[in-house]
């Protein structure tokens, strides 16, 4: 009797860890599925050379971006179209593991849980994807960048759709360049700039400052600071670019000059100023698509009055992520609240509140008097645009170029943030960029 006793009890050890076993097993397939079947090694999805075997990519006006043609991954026709999208759409061989051929690979192959990549009258549905993606937009602002490296990012900051999404170095994914690895041009090709990088924010940080005055300083509207084109701060000083006088805070966004927010900064405090700049995201992930994006970063904990002086006006150990700044644009555009972006769907829902109506209101009043005034709207096309510019000085290298800001018409309420590195300044560099995507917009 103990005998058998003690096989039932084995038997029902061996039974659990069978039953336990399988419904791991079962978990694991409805969880992870997907991606078992687009590994790289799969033969039914991939050629000989790695090349991906999926459904039709288009952008929002139906031009395909890419396409599998007699066992071959095709991509746009148009180069620059292909170059300015290779980080969006994807390589073939699934190195960008951003993009939507990496994110959304289940349903380009056409898997499915049930059937799995059986070919049945199911398994081709829904295996088409079609992106928010302005195709000739992308184009024009990537052939703007002239060759330089950096990111774009525009979007409907009522609805969320993404419109322009450009990541640089990139390459040619119908003639993938044999030295990828090895050529230091394509240093960071398979990063993807928008979402998983940050550059130094240069003076479309002064927004953030100016945003923190206006929680802090009763009077920040009337409060005057003079210019003399340097400031002295301990054994070291502030320097800016020009003399400018005496300036209110209006003004000096303007003028973007360094003097006046440096001081403003050393009366605002670093306490203050660290607690809107993360307010306002910095220090914070967003989320894009199934993609957790690279932080903003300031830390004014043990900053001098120097340092936080400087990192007032977005040097110093300030670091900003495109897609953020793009965030923080259609926030301010949009009464202090934005929704999450998206390129495919109707989105999430998600919407992401950066700052409060009121200091949203002022601080749209004060980008645009920036395009009337200092940038001039001819340069825009038309469009009613707000904006801020930045010119990121760096060490033995040329600057990092800024322009952030957005439209302010209704039948075309667009959100933007492009970085060009190594470029001439923010307004002719990087305001190049967005006005070629603008015009290709209309």
């Not at 075997?53 to 288009?58: E, H, K, L, Q």
């Not at 295996?127 to 979007?155: C, E």
């Not at 340092?307 to 965030?327: C, I, T």
């Given at each position: 009797?103990?005998t058998?006793?003690f ?35 799969n ?20 031009m ?44 380009l ?15 081709g549905?829904g ?56 050529n ?32 802090t ?18 054994d070291?000083?502030?320097t ?11 003004q ?14 050393l ?108 940038y ?67």
């Open positions: 009797m103990k058998t006793g096989r039932s009890f084995v038997l029902y050890i061996l039974l659990f860890a069978f039953l336990g076993g399988l419904v791991y097993f079962l978990a694991s397939l409805v969880l992870n599925g997907a991606d078992w079947v687009a590994q790289p090694y033969g039914h999805i991939y050629a000989e050379d790695a090349t991906l075997s999926a459904g039709t990519i288009t952008d929002r006006d139906g395909i971006l890419a396409s599998t043609e007699d066992g071959a991954r095709t991509y746009a026709e148009s180069e620059s179209v292909r170059r300015s999208l290779l980080h969006t759409v994807g390589d073939s061989s699934g190195y960008i593991g951003t993009s939507v051929q990496a994110t959304h690979r289940s349903q192959i056409g898997w499915n849980l049930f059937t799995g990549l059986n070919d049945t009258i199911f398994s549905l295996t088409d994807i079609r992106l928010t993606i302005d195709a000739d937009a992308n184009a024009a602002a990537y052939d703007a960048f002239g060759g330089h490296d950096g990111a774009a990012f525009i979007y409907n900051y009522e609805t969320g759709e993404v419109l322009v999404k450009i990541s640089a170095p990139t390459y040619d994914p119908m003639n993938v360049p044999e030295d990828l690895s090895e230091e041009e394509y240093e960071g090709v398979f990063v993807d700039h928008t979402l998983s990088s940050s550059y130094t924010p240069g003076s479309i940080f002064k927004l953030v400052t100016a945003a923190a005055a206006m929680e300083l009763p009077d920040w509207s009337t409060r005057t600071y003079t210019c003399e084109e340097s400031y002295a701060i301990g070291s000083q502030v800016c670019l020009d003399y400018h006088g005496e300036l209110t805070l209006e000096a966004l303007g003028h973007s000059c360094n003097i006046y927010f440096a001081k403003l900064a009366d605002i405090g670093a306490e203050a100023l660290q607690e809107k700049a993360e307010e306002m995201g910095f220090g914070e992930s967003f989320q894009f698509d199934s993609i957790t994006t690279y932080a903003s970063q300031i830390d004014l904990s043990d900053a001098s009055d120097l340092e936080l002086a400087w990192s007032s006006v977005g040097q110093a150990e300030v670091m900003a992520n495109p897609y953020h700044m793009a965030l923080l644009m259609g926030a301010i555009a949009n009464g202090g609240t934005t929704p999450e972006p998206y390129l495919m769907g109707g989105g999430t829902g998600t919407e992401y509140t950066l700052t409060d109506s009121t200091t949203a209101a002022a601080l749209h009043e004060m980008m645009r008097n920036n395009v009337v005034n200092y001039g709207d001819s340069m825009f096309g038309g469009y009613t645009v707000c904006a801020k510019t930045g010119t990121a000085e760096l060490d033995d290298q040329n600057p990092n170029c800024w322009i952030v800001g957005f439209s302010d018409d209704p039948d075309a309420p667009y959100a933007f943030a492009v970085c060009v590195q190594e470029g001439d300044s923010g307004l002719y560099t990087a305001g190049q960029v967005i006005a070629a995507a603008l015009n290709a917009l209309t």
